[in-house]
Nanobody, 119 residues
Framework: VQLQASGGGLVQAGGSLRLSCAAS????????MAWYRQAPGKKRDAIAV???????NYADSVKGRFTFTRDNAKNTMYLQMNSLKPEDTAVYYC??????????????WGQGTLVTVSS
C-alpha cells in the first residue's frame, strides 16, 4: 500500500492550495482517514480526521478554512486549504488507518508535502 501526497508549494498569505493523497494497493477496511501537519521544531498534529462514521473533525486552528473531501472512485483524499496564514507553514501528511482480512490494524502514511505560506 502506498499513499502519494502532492499539491504543496509556496503561496502568499490569504491564498489557497489543494493537497491530494492517492492510495494504491489493497488498503483493507478503512477505519479512519486524516491529514496531519508538522511545523518546524514542532510535533506532528492531526488537523482533519474523518472516521468511518463520516463526520470530519477539524482542529480549531483550521476550522472554517480547510475542507477534507474524498473521492472513493479515485481512491484519493483531498485537503482544500483557503485563507492560508504563515502559521500554516508545515509539512502535511496524509494518513489512513485500516484493518486487514485478519482484523489487524494498519497505519499508512504519505511521504509528506511541504506547504510554505509567505506573509
Amino acid at each position: 500500500v502506498q499513499l502519494q501526497a502532492s499539491g504543496g508549494g509556496l503561496v502568499q498569505a490569504g491564498g489557497s492550495l489543494r493537497l491530494s493523497c492517492a492510495a494504491s494497493g489493497s488498503i483493507g477496511r478503512i477505519r479512519q482517514m486524516a491529514w496531519y501537519r508538522q511545523a518546524p521544531g514542532k510535533k506532528r498534529d492531526a488537523i482533519a480526521v474523518l472516521p468511518n462514521t463520516g463526520t470530519t473533525n477539524y482542529a480549531d486552528s483550521v476550522k472554517g478554512r480547510f475542507t477534507f473531501t474524498r473521492d472513493n472512485a479515485k481512491n484519493t483524499m483531498y485537503l482544500q486549504m483557503n485563507s492560508l496564514k504563515p502559521e500554516d507553514t508545515a509539512v502535511y501528511y496524509c494518513n489512513v488507518q485500516s484493518t486487514d482480512w485478519w482484523g489487524r490494524l494498519n497505519d499508512y502514511w504519505g511521504q509528506g508535502t511541504l506547504v510554505t505560506v509567505s506573509s
